[in-house]
């Protein structure tokens, strides 16, 4: 069974930094790219950033990129999210989640998420 | 940078059909795909390349595309079909992933 277990989250201040880590099980980590997707309080999904199954390929969305860092860690079936200077409007359930390639892509298993609240 | 539009609700009542649209200028060229997500939980995909539905998902569920359209339709709808529905594809170099703004789907 595919399982995508967030950790990291938490209450941090303003300009602050926080690690997220997503620990999967149940497949064969290093055949997937994978992702993170946010969802901030009452507020629609968010793409955030992608990386390749051998970390050959990162993309960040516009809203994040020079501020958060995604790297994965194959031997320890782990990715992770490195979030520095951040703002309240960061704040949201931060999604783990596996991306499927057909001919397009699409994520196909998720984390529960972990919950990410930036504010003094 | 690339966006993707959906109506914000839809209300339909049970059996009759509701019609979500998605509208995005790289659709002829990339699939999209549909989720759904209920209230404290994570997304579900109902419709993956716009109109193949994964196993499991019952075949009330469908997708089209028409041009710089996708719709997901929805027939004999049911009180648990109540949820967000979000189409996701991609820009039309297929780097960057983008989710359009969510439809919120109402059973009356």
């Known amino acids: 069974e595919v399982q995508l277990v967030e950790s990291g989250g938490g209450l941090v201040k303003p300009g602050g930094s926080l690690r997220l880590s997503c620990a999967a099980s149940g497949f064969t980590f290093s055949s997937y790219s994978m992702n993170w997707v946010r969802q901030a309080p009452g507020k629609g999904l968010e793409w955030v950033s992608s990386i390749s199954s051998s970390s050959s390929y990162i993309y960040y969305a516009d809203s994040v990129k020079g501020r958060f860092t995604i790297s994965r860690d194959n031997a320890k079936n782990s990715l992770y999210l490195q979030m520095n200077s951040l703002r309240a409007e960061d704040t949201a359930v931060y999604y783990c989640?596996?991306?499927?390639?057909?001919?397009?892509?699409?994520?196909?298993?998720w984390g529960q998420g972990t919950l990410v609240t930036v504010s003094s | 940078s690339y966006e993707l539009t959906q109506p914000p609700s839809v209300s339909v009542s049970p059996g009759q059909t509701a019609r979500i649209t998605c509208s995005g200028d790289?659709?002829?060229?990339?699939?999209a795909y549909w989720y759904q997500q209920k209230p404290g939980q994570a997304p579900v995909l109902v419709i993956y390349k716009d109109s193949e539905r994964p196993s499991g998902i019952p075949e009330r569920f469908s997708g089209s595309s028409s041009g710089t359209t996708v719709t997901l339709t929805i027939s004999g709808v049911q009180a648990e079909d109540e949820a967000d529905y979000y189409c996701q594809s991609a820009d039309s170099s297929g780097t960057y992933l983008v989710f359009g703004g969510g439809t919120k789907l109402t059973v009356l």
């Open positions: 989640a596996r991306f499927y390639v057909d001919t397009g892509g699409h994520f196909d298993y």
């Open positions: 790289a659709l002829p060229k990339q699939y």
